[in-house]
């Protein structure tokens, strides 16, 4: 069941930051906040994780808010082959499998 | 991270027919996992795949549609069993390092039942 909210699709100018948010209100406290995302025609790409610090990895930074009722995902320079459906999941770091994709949110980042 | 091959990468079947997928991991794993992405939808989970035990399936997914085999650490297989067109999805298997949380995607194995 899902458990996260995203905009079903956005664009982003190629060169500027793209802000992906997310909303998970429910969030247990032992749910991390997880994002993939899918380029066409691929398997799903991990991207990054956090629990409640900020993270930042070579792909991207993930900003979660203090209440961890959000998130946000930034993308600082977005590129063309940046352009994927983008998905916010929440689970357990142990004890569940489940990975939950729901709708994603669509990024098309345009010349 | 781990580098995984899937084969076929794609195929078309006959109603009826069954098409076994491979699903093969450069390093050993325990947690491996096989999804269904049906044309223009989201991921679902078909069944977990450990080794050593018994397949989980997912509410909706059965043993005798979808067979699995999980003989080793590296390697998978899942059966579409006597497939009807509503099969045509694209197939996926992943890995997850256990205590990490992150799941690593094979390309898919693309399927189109006639």
């Known amino acids: 069941d899902a458990k996260t909210t995203q905009p079903p699709s956005m664009d982003c100018a190629e060169g500027r930051a793209a802000n992906l948010p997310c909303n998970h209100s429910t969030i247990s406290g032992n749910e991390y906040v997880y994002w993939y995302r899918q380029i066409h025609s691929q398997g799903p790409q991990y991207i990054i994780h956090g629990l409640k610090n900020n993270e930042t990895n070579e792909m991207a930074s993930l900003i979660i808010t203090e209440d961890r009722k959000s998130s946000t995902l930034i993308l600082p320079h977005a590129t063309l082959r940046d352009t994927a459906v983008y998905y916010c999941i929440v689970r357990p770091i142990t004890g569940a499998n489940n990975l939950f994709f729901g709708t994603g949110t669509r990024l098309t980042v345009i010349p | 991270s781990a580098v995984i091959s899937q084969k076929p990468s794609r195929d078309i079947c006959q109603r009826g027919t069954s098409l076994t997928i491979q699903c093969q991991v450069d390093?050993?794993?325990?947690?491996m996992f096989w999804y269904r992405q049906q044309p223009g939808q989201s991921l679902t989970l078909i069944a977990t795949a450990n080794q050593g035990s018994e397949a989980t399936y997912e509410s909706g997914f059965v043993i005798d549609k979808f067979p699995i085999s999980r003989p080793n650490l590296t390697f998978s297989t899942l059966t579409v069993s006597n497939m009807s067109p509503e099969d045509s999805s694209i197939y996926l298997c992943s890995v997850e390092r256990a205590g990490f949380g992150e799941q690593y995607f094979g390309p898919g194995t693309r399927l189109t039942v006639t």
């Open positions: 390093s050993q794993v325990t947690m």
